[in-house]
């Protein structure tokens, strides 16, 4: 009867570390982008996690929820645009000119300091299309750090939650 007992007791622990190992959590972050002076309609941004190899792992965040115009966003729009997964939880308004956005991009721990990138991408109509606006590589040392963008971004400012 003992030993019965002692199952009883140590299978509930067990099932309990074993639904924590291996698997990765994601941490949440703020995203703030300040958007450039220019004139013409709001920015789509598109923020992307990009693996070792430089290919696109996963969508983090869109500004832009009209998606007949993601195909615009011409590189983007190759990975999405075959897979078309949901991105109902993730996206918000476009960008305009002068204007800061702020959301809440949730990555894996086990990204970080692993060779990957997050990608911010803009288009705006009748303008152009900045494929690595922003390209950063994803370290401990980013966060809270303002990175300048190339294109229609400012910058942008990644704060861990």
């Known amino acids: 009867m003992r030993t019965r007992t002692k199952q009883f007791l140590y299978f509930p622990i067990a099932l309990c570390l074993f639904a924590f190992i291996g698997t990765s959590n994601p941490n949440k972050y703020k995203c703030l982008i300040q958007m450039q002076n220019y004139t013409g309609e709001?920015?789509?941004?598109?923020?992307?996690?990009?693996?070792?190899?430089?290919?696109?792992?996963?969508?983090?965040?869109?500004?832009?929820?009209?998606?007949?115009?993601?195909?615009?966003i011409s590189e983007w729009w190759n990975f999405y645009g075959k897979r078309r997964t949901s991105l109902d939880a993730i996206t918000g308004a476009t960008l305009s000119s002068g204007k800061r956005g702020m959301s809440m991009l949730e990555i894996e721990p086990n990204k970080i300091n692993k060779g990957y990138k997050i990608r911010?991408?803009?288009?705006?109509?009748?303008?152009?299309?900045?494929?690595?606006?922003?390209?950063?590589?994803?370290?401990?040392?980013i966060f809270n750090q303002k990175i300048n963008g190339q294109g229609f971004i400012k910058y942008i400012r990644l704060i861990a939650q």
């Not at 965040?61 to 993601?70: F, I, L, R, S, T």
């Open 42 to 72: 709001g920015a789509y941004v598109i923020v992307s996690l990009i693996n070792k190899q430089g290919d696109y792992e996963k969508t983090l965040y869109v500004n832009g929820a009209d998606d007949e115009w993601y195909f615009d």
């Open 120 to 141: 911010f991408e803009t288009a705006v109509e009748d303008q152009e299309y900045y494929k690595k606006d922003v390209e950063i590589v994803l370290t401990d040392s």
